[in-house]
């Protein structure tokens, strides 16, 4: 196994990775915290959050194993060269861990909160019992022959899937409503910062080792950076520029029968019903 040429490239490539893990753990809880205060998750994709889970459990499945197996840290080596160092860090590690358990409150909230008229797609219970159903049949697959690398191929795969299409049912459902409400803007920020950070981390390592075998060796990681960060711009121009955030109240002012009498409730934006999703 490969180690570092420079100490000042290897202190750098810690503190993009970490820096990274920290903003990226930190975004799941601007969401949690909105629903916690709101008692609410009405503006907040369902089909998002289940392909978040499928997405994170798969990429610690592949980091978790890459990291601790010796078995298949030497497939990687025989396969991408002994002189080469495992593009898998301790922080992706405790970020993926990390994914998982929040996503998980995320859909516990799902559960308890109000919710409209909200609820799952078929197209996404379709497309999570698919995978997990692929992801079983490899295991077998690679059971006979212990061909574990392959395995986490899929797996690796399957994250880069998911974070592929996990963005766009929230990116339509604001582009329906016209509006984020119910959306937090500050797990965006983060995700874009941890997103730059992560990429950052693969450049050191690769001018390091003068190899970019670090970027197709585990290519997962880069595109999970790439479409992390374009999705990223596209929420931040929906929200800042496309539909600003209007008013956390509006005075809304009704008559009743008696035309002395005039009262005056307050009605938030973000505890109107939106539209089905689709």
């Not at 970027?215 to 960060?229: E, R």
Request: aromatic letters at 14%; a neutral charge.
């Amino acid at each position: 196994m490969a180690s570092w040429n420079s100490v000042s490239l290897e202190v750098t490539y810690e503190i993009l990775g970490w820096f990274a893990f920290i903003a990226w753990s930190i975004s799941f809880y601007p969401q949690v915290i909105l629903n916690f205060r709101r008692k609410s998750v009405v503006g907040l994709n369902f089909d998002f959050v289940m392909l978040n889970l499928t997405k994170h459990s798969s990429y610690l499945i592949y980091n978790a194993s890459l990291y601790f197996s010796s078995a298949i840290q030497k497939q990687y080596f025989q396969k991408y060269g002994f002189d080469q160092m495992i593009p898998v860090a301790a922080n992706d590690v405790a970020f993926s861990i990390h994914a998982v358990l929040l996503t998980a409150i995320t859909l516990f909230q799902i559960a308890i909160y109000e919710r409209g008229s909200q609820k799952l797609s078929k197209t996404c219970i379709g497309i999570v019992s698919i995978v997990w159903l692929t992801a079983a049949v490899c295991f077998f697959v690679a059971l006979s022959n212990h061909s574990w690398l392959w395995l986490l191929s899929i797996f690796n795969s399957i994250q880069v899937l998911m974070t592929t299409i996990k963005y766009i049912p929230q990116v339509s459902m604001n582009f329906l409503r016209k509006s984020t409400d119910g959306w937090s803007i500050g797990n965006i920020l983060l995700d874009f910062s941890g997103g730059i950070a992560n990429y950052g981390q693969m450049v050191v390592q690769s001018v390091d080792q003068d190899s970019w075998v670090n970027f197709y060796g585990n290519i997962g990681k880069v595109l999970l950076s790439l479409v992390s960060v374009f999705f990223d711009i596209i929420f931040i121009i929906q929200h800042y520029l496309l539909y600003p955030a209007k008013k956390s109240t509006k005075l809304v002012t009704t008559v009743g029968e008696d035309e002395d009498q005039i009262r005056e409730h307050l009605v938030r934006p973000s505890d109107e019903s939106p539209p089905e999703n689709v």
